[in-house]
């Protein structure tokens, strides 16, 4: 059984600072990892994805995650935030194929100015 | 092109009615899915199509949760009995990389009054 702990519920944050969003994975098998935004009563939009290959991942909006596997982390980072990023952030895991995905419960960043 | 569809946005219903949650997936993609989100929580899975045929139904939390996919494109999510717990946010997902990634809708938001 896979699973995944979002360490942060919540993170608040200035305007134009960095943020690091949390994200640890438990699974027996190898892994696909992603991270997912949703905004206010909106659908969730895919910001990265790891497949294989280079543990750092870039992805749209400036947002960028690292794998590490010793460590069995998918942290989520972004060096300077806006107030648009203020949103709900989810972790996501799955072992790849058709397989359905297993998420955190989300941390909401809220970027204040 | 057009995302992932559902229909409707919002749903109100009284406890023991019967409910209908449609889907329409990105046009092509094989793979289509359900999830369920509580408030505070990341979805969490309930089915799972390939095609016409349901690959995985082990989330469905009991007989009164249902769904079809005749055709191998649009899905019906059918919910019998409702009860003040099934309140959540449905959310559909679909796929066609095979490599993980799924492509979710706004969600049904069903309240049970």
């Known amino acids: 059984a896979q699973s995944v702990t979002q360490l942060d519920s919540q993170v608040p944050v200035f305007e134009e600072a960095p943020v690091e969003l949390r994200c640890n994975y438990s699974?027996?098998?190898?892994?696909?990892l992603f991270w997912y935004v949703q905004y206010p009563n909106q659908g969730l939009q895919l910001l990265l994805k790891?497949?294989?290959?280079?543990?750092l991942v870039k992805g749209i909006n400036g947002f960028e995650a690292e794998f590490n596997k010793s460590q069995t982390s998918f942290h989520l980072r972004k060096p300077s935030v806006h107030i648009s990023d203020t949103a709900e952030y989810f972790c996501?895991?799955?072992?790849?194929?058709?397989?359905?995905?297993?998420f955190g419960k989300g941390t909401m960043l809220l970027v204040s100015p | 092109g057009a995302g992932v569809s559902q229909t409707p946005s919002n749903k109100v219903t009284e406890k023991g009615k019967y409910v209908e949650l449609r889907c329409d997936p990105i046009s092509g993609h094989t793979a289509l899915y359900w999830y369920r989100q509580s408030l505070g929580q990341g979805p969490e899975f309930l089915i799972y199509f390939q095609g016409t045929g349901a690959a995985d139904d082990s989330g469905l939390p009991n007989d009164r949760f249902f769904a079809v996919r005749p055709e191998g494109s649009v899905s019906t999510l059918k919910i019998q009995r409702t009860e003040r717990g099934d309140s959540a946010v449905y959310l559909c997902?679909?796929?066609?990389?095979?490599?993980?990634?799924?492509?979710f809708g706004p969600g049904t938001r069903l309240t049970v009054t």
């Open positions: 790891y497949l294989s290959g280079s543990t």
């Open positions: 997902a679909s796929s066609s990389t095979g490599q993980g990634e799924q492509y």
């Open positions: 996501a895991v799955s072992e790849g194929g058709y397989s359905t995905l297993t």
């Open positions: 699974s027996s098998v190898s892994v696909y």
